[in-house]
T-cell receptor, first 113, second 111 residues
Framework: DAGVTQSPTHLIKTRGQQVTLRCSPK?????VSWYQQALGQGPQFIFQ???????QRGNFPDRFSGHQFPNYSSELNVNALLLGDSALYLC????????????FGSGTRLTVV | GEDVEQSLFLSVREGDSSVINCTYT??????LYWYKQEPGAGLQLLTY?????DMKQDQRLTVLLNKKDKHLSLRIADTQTGDSAIYFC???????????FGAGTRLFVKA
């Protein structure tokens, strides 16, 4: 049973560019959350998708947007990249309204130069 | 407000017990979690406790919850070198869907 799959694993972009990160949730999970983890810090909540809708958003600018597809997979898009966007981006899947915790992917390491 | 605080470092000898502490501010939290992160990897859920419980034990792991003081702890019995990692405390807040994470406690296990 595959866990959470994220692609790509590493990415280098230039300031001002746009990036799309992808996530396939664990089999049986229907909810996808995205987190940003800067070096030496805890994950910060970006947003959560359920039933193809963004149902909660953290304190991130509109440059960060996402999408969830009918097969529950998800994309995170970041426009107009800044140096400060360099981080590990983590996708976490879970099952609907349960509180039994996330299954995380290994993340996408984004470096903005 | 919503905040989770942890001490940054803990060093123990192999075979000893480790106790990692966490405080949280949202008294309406429903679930509280401990996650483990090894270098270059995502987070792995270790255990969780529902807010109406005081204690939960799972093999070498014991979670204690003091709701009055908003304090959560994770005890790892017979700590091994393979337990060296960063441990994150997290809370799921009532009335929302997000889970909030602390900054993590880096556990060093000396052989």
């Amino acid at each position: 049973d595959a866990g959470v799959t994220q692609s790509p694993t590493h990415l280098i972009k230039t300031r001002g560019q746009q990036v799309t990160l992808r996530c396939s949730p664990k089999s049986g999970h229907d909810t996808v959350s995205w987190y940003q983890q800067a070096l030496g810090q805890g994950p910060q909540f970006i947003f959560q998708y359920y039933e193809e809708e963004e149902r909660q958003r953290g304190n991130f600018p509109d440059r960060f947007s996402g999408h969830q597809f009918p097969n529950y997979s998800s994309e995170l898009n970041v426009n107009a990249l800044l140096l400060g966007d360099s981080a590990l981006y983590l996708c976490a899947s879970s099952l609907g309204g349960t509180g039994e915790g996330y299954t995380f992917g290994s993340g996408t390491r984004l470096t903005v130069v | 407000g919503e905040d989770v605080e942890q001490s940054l470092f803990l060093s123990v000898r192999e075979g000893d017990s480790s106790v990692i502490n966490c405080t949280y501010t949202d008294s309406s939290s429903t679930y509280l979690y401990w996650y483990k992160q090894e270098p270059g990897a995502g987070l792995q859920l270790l255990t969780y406790i529902f807010s109406n419980m005081d204690m939960k034990q799972d093999q070498r792991l014991t979670v204690l919850l003091n709701k009055k003081d908003k304090h959560l702890s994770l005890r790892i019995a017979d700590t091994q070198t393979g337990d060296s990692a960063i441990y994150f405390c997290a809370e799921k807040v009532t009335g929302g869907f997000k889970t909030i994470f602390g900054a993590g406690t880096r556990l060093f296990v000396k052989a």
